[in-house]
C-alpha cells in the first residue's frame, strides 16, 4: 500500500504546483510567476517548491508543457487527401496547433520568454511532443530534407513573430497570417521543384 501512496501523492503536489502556476500565468503572465507566491497559493513551503524544481524557469516550462499537453490532446492526425497541395495541408494542421496559444497569449509570451532565459537555449521542441505526429501525418510522402529544413525555417520565424508581438511591434493576430505566407512560398517552391524534377526525369 505505501508503495503506491507515496507516487500519487508526489503527482497530486506536482500537479497542484503546475495548474497553480497556469493559473499566475494566465492572470499576469510571466512576471506574475514568483515562487513565494506559489507557495503561497499552494500552501507548501519554498523549499517543497524547490525540491521539485531547482529554478523559477523550470517550474514555468513544466507548467507550460502541462498546458500544452492538456490542450493538444485532441488533435488527431489528418494526412494529405489525394492531390491536396502542401500549403492547406500544413495550415490546417498548424492552425490546430496555433489555436490554443492564440486563446492564451499569455501562455504563448510566457513559453518564448522561458526560451530566452540564459541557460535555457535551444527549447523550442519541448513540449511538442503530442503534436509532432500529427504534423508529420501531412508530410509522410514529403522530401525529409524539406520537412527538416521546412521546420527550422518556420520554427525561426514563429519564434521571431513572438518577439516582436512581446516588444509591441506586431499584434497576435498578425502572427498566423505572416506564418501562412511563410508556408505558402515554402510548399510553392519545393512543388515546382518537384515537378522539374518530374519533367526531367
Known sequence: MSGTAIPNEADEVR?????????????????????????????????????????REELILAAIEHWMKENHAGL?????????????????????????????????????RVRTAPGWEGLHMRGFDEVIPVGMAVLEDVDPVFVEESMSILSSVVFGLVGRCLEGQIELADIMPTIDRAVYWLTTGYEATQRERGQGA
Open 15 to 55: 500537479s497542484r504546483l503546475l495548474e497553480t502556476v497556469i493559473e499566475l500565468l494566465e492572470e499576469g503572465g510571466y512576471d506574475a510567476v514568483q515562487l513565494r507566491e506559489v507557495a503561497r497559493r499552494t500552501r507548501m513551503s519554498l523549499s517543497t517548491v524547490y525540491k521539485r524544481f531547482a529554478t
Open 76 to 112: 488527431v492526425e489528418q494526412p494529405r487527401a489525394p492531390g491536396e497541395r502542401l500549403h492547406p495541408a500544413m495550415m490546417r494542421v498548424i492552425r490546430a496547433i496555433f489555436e490554443p496559444w492564440e486563446k492564451n497569449p499569455a501562455m504563448l509570451l510566457a513559453y518564448f
